[in-house]
């Protein structure tokens, strides 16, 4: 009953709700049918049969589990998507960490789950999976059984599985990473603390946990900031050290009983390899600097803060000793507070009514924002206490200390990669006053425009005018002996006709106006300096007294205009709501860094990309919008990236093919108009969100499953050489055997202070890497440039 009754969850987990009714609704009602036949047939041959079997063979529990039999039987004909299938693989482990449960500990996780070449396979399967490489394929070089008895025997040599990159400029940075073996065993390591501690993690906490990340960690930071008063970060810096480790030793001796994996995680520890740092770069982007073990090891550490929140908004929230409400009455301070952190509503009151003050915290990884709903006061006591505890306690550091400020004021803050404001809604009367100025706006620049035209017509009339009735007698007289006429007429060619001269000075007439006139053009001169001073005065000034009156009213001050609206239109109370801004502002400088817009914002041609294939560069921008139109699809200001989408990155990309192929714009759009469509337009990104998540499986979501994937950002790659048969290379990334077809090097081209933005490219690659040659097959390439791998999956020690 209890395997049926999981299969139902499960069934009802993964089928749209509508067609599951549907499909239980058609058939019980055919099986309903067929029933009360054989029922009939029952009741003739055997009139001595109860009523209550045959009422059992209509009950709802029967006909479900045989359902969802039939329905378990189908789904495994149906193809499963590779997070699915790594979900499954650790769900397995799961069983096999559970099993090892005795006396509220586990024990002996390293000999009896880890060290099985089972469990390692099964992990590096998991690693294929990240990489994208089907685990159907059997060629595997990793010996899981000698590693397998090396960890039962504590005979593993963590150092000898290790390799350092040095970086060539002057900082001399060493990265240690590990090899396929010694990841192979991290990865293992890693599903087994998952499964111990993961379930007793904080729910502010939003990474390391299954259906939560990044989008949910922004929406919750949202919804709370619409109704908070005072909001700040706090910006966690500190390489982990000998204190650090051995206390995050301590927390994890809690829950697990095993020497033997403690002796394991400080031979790793003393080799470099784990990789941890509070700060220094993001999280989750897939860069190689950060270890395989470094998200669950973080989380478990900063449990401790995260349960230290809770301390901190009892005494805050609940024990305000300001307040005399008594514990047992209904209206209880701490009866309330207690009834929040259950999720239990209030039936009777609002919260707002029973206490006054309001504590959010939102953690992801090494970055935690609060915000305070209340006084100023209680911001910055909360604020000293966080500091506090992660500095006396945690041992860390905090950098770039920034005093609470309020959440009305603020332009906002930068949180996980984007910038977090707190803005009002506009209410009726602010959208009939602003509805109302732009029409105003609207019909001035109408208005101007007409008088542009008119005028500059009239001014192309007088120049034609003037062109038939030029004579050389006339041309001469102007000329007289300290004009410019006279200075310029030894300039004239023999034999010139008398029209051809008289625009030649013209032309040099107007160039000198211009010089005057900063980025005007010809049609401007006809305007300003020839037709409008010879239109009446009165005229001049109406036109002119309309356009000033038209600004004035477009830049007044929203509140002065509504206070000439009728009342009922200026009595509306402010709605507040979190808006989450896409930092559009350094995407721009990035695509300038990146070589894909001018100085002055214009799009251009990338020379590091000119000699990789047609399909490779359309791969490269296409990815780029990709993850544009993933990460800020809910901004407040995605129309800002769809402008950039159109105007610099598809046309940066027509330019760097067009320089390829040495042919113009127009042409490349013509031959490559099915491969460019791979590149949406502003119209298409709508529709392109809804197909993305309508056509990927809900595991293909999941940012616990696609933790360093979903938010990695774009590299650079040139094309160092191309693979010849004398010289071999396969494919870097973990468990892929085919041949690389070129090799290209890796350009580390900004390193972002943390916190950075998230600009849709790699940040924070170390300079260790800047320059370094990697084989990738072409299925892999694309896999890089779409963001369906990182720069983790990438063996960069297979050339050592």
């Not at 000999?111 to 990240?130: F, G, M, S």
């Not at 900082?171 to 990841?183: F, H």
Request: net charge positive; aromatic share 8%; proline share 3%.
């Amino acid at each position: 009953m209890f395997r049926k009754r999981n299969l139902v969850t499960e069934l009802l987990r993964r089928a749209d709700l509508g067609d599951f009714e549907t499909l239980i609704s058609r058939t019980l009602w055919s099986r309903a049918v067929s029933t009360h036949s054989k029922s009939v047939l029952l009741a003739t041959d055997d009139a001595g049969m109860g009523s209550s079997k045959q009422t059992g063979m209509f009950s709802l529990a029967g006909e479900l589990a045989s359902l969802v039999e039939e329905s378990a039987h189908v789904d495994d004909t149906k193809p499963r998507s590779r997070m699915e299938l790594k979900r499954s693989l650790e769900l397995r482990l799961k069983k096999r960490v559970k099993e090892q449960y005795t006396n509220g500990k586990f024990s002996d996780l390293l000999k009896k789950v880890i060290a099985r070449p089972e469990t390692l396979r099964d992990a590096y399967d998991c690693i294929r999976l990240n990489s994208n490489v089907p685990i159907t394929e059997r060629n595997v070089s990793v010996a899981f059984d000698s590693i397998a008895e090396e960890l039962s025997n504590g005979m593993f040599d963590v150092t000898s599985n290790t390799f350092s990159l040095v970086a060539r400029d002057k900082t001399k940075e060493v990265l240690v990473l590990p090899s396929v073996a010694l990841k192979v065993v991290q990865e293992a390591i890693r599903i087994v603390l998952e499964v111990v501690f993961s379930p007793h993690f904080s729910k502010i906490s939003h990474s390391c946990r299954s259906g939560r990340g990044r989008a949910s960690a922004l929406k919750y930071i949202s919804n709370n900031m619409s109704h908070s008063d005072w909001c700040f970060t706090l910006s966690l810096n500190k390489k982990l050290d000998v204190s650090v480790f051995e206390s995050l030793l301590s927390v994890m001796e809690e829950k697990i009983e095993d020497s033997s994996l403690s002796i394991l995680l400080r031979s790793m520890f003393e080799a470099q390899v784990l990789n941890l740092e509070f700060g220094g770069f993001p999280k989750g982007h897939g860069l190689p600097q950060e270890g395989v073990l470094s998200r669950v090891l973080m989380n478990i550490y900063l449990d401790r803060f995260d349960h230290e929140f809770y301390r901190i908004s009892m005494r805050h929230e609940a024990l305000d000793l300001g307040s005399q409400t008594d514990e047992d009455s209904p209206g209880s301070k701490l009866r309330s507070w207690f009834r929040r952190q259950a999720g239990e509503q209030e039936l009777k009151s609002t919260p707002e009514q029973d206490i006054a003050l309001r504590v959010y915290c939102c953690r992801f990884m090494d970055e935690i924002f609060f915000s305070v709903s209340g006084p100023k006061k209680a911001a910055v006591d909360i604020r000293s206490e966080a500091i506090g505890f992660l500095r006396n306690s945690l041992h860390l550091d905090i950098t770039d200390e920034i005093d609470s400020s309020p959440c009305e004021t603020t332009s906002g803050l930068r949180v996980l990669g984007t910038l977090v404001r707190k803005n009002v809604r506009e209410s009726p009367s602010v959208k009939v006053v602003h509805k109302l100025k732009e029409k105003v706006r609207l019909f001035a620049l109408q208005k101007e425009e007409a008088w542009s035209l008119g005028t500059v017509r009239i001014g192309k009339k007088w120049l034609g005018h003037g062109l038939k009735k030029v004579k050389e007698s006339e041309i001469k007289g102007l000329a007289e002996s300290n004009s410019t006429l006279s200075q310029i007429s030894c300039h004239r060619k023999a034999g010139m006709e008398t029209d051809h001269w008289y625009k030649v000075l013209l032309r040099i007439w107007m160039e000198d106006v211009l010089r005057t006139s900063a980025d005007r053009g010809e049609e401007f001169i006809l305007s300003k300096h020839i037709v409008e001073p010879t239109i009446p005065q009165e005229l001049r000034d109406a036109f002119y007294k309309f356009q000033n009156s038209a600004a004035a009213y477009v830049s007044s001050e929203t509140a002065k205009v509504e206070a000439l609206l009728p009342c009922p239109l200026s009595r509306d109370i402010p709605v507040f709501f979190g808006d989450v801004v896409a930092p559009t502002n350094a995407i721009r400088r990035r695509l300038f860094r990146y070589g894909l817009v001018t100085a002055a914002g214009y799009a251009r041609t990338n020379p590091m990309l000119i000699l990789q294939d047609t399909a490779q560069i359309i791969d490269w921008f296409s990815g780029l919008v990709r993850r544009w139109v993933i990460w800020y699809g809910g901004c407040s200001n995605f129309d800002e990236v769809k402008a950039l989408i159109d105007n610099q990155v598809r046309k940066s990309c027509i330019r760097t093919l067009a320089s390829k192929y040495r042919i113009h714009e127009n042409e490349i759009e013509k031959r490559l108009d099915s491969e460019l469509s791979t590149i949406p337009s502003a119209e298409d990104i709508e529709q392109e969100i809804q197909d993305e998540k309508l056509d990927s499986p809900a595991f293909d979501r999941d940012e616990h499953l696609t933790y360093g994937i979903s938010n990695s950002g774009l590299c650079l790659l040139s094309l160092a050489r191309v693979v010849s048969e004398s010289r071999p290379c396969n494919c870097f990334v973990n468990g892929c055997s085919m041949a690389a077809p070129a090799v290209y090097t890796l350009h580390a081209m900004e390193r972002q202070k943390f916190p950075g933005w998230k600009t849709g490219f790699s940040v924070c690659i170390p300079s260790s890497l800047n320059g370094r040659r990697i084989g990738l097959c072409k299925q892999h390439l694309k896999d890089l440039y779409m963001g369906q791998i990182s720069l983790q999956a990438i063996d960069f020690g297979a050339w050592r």
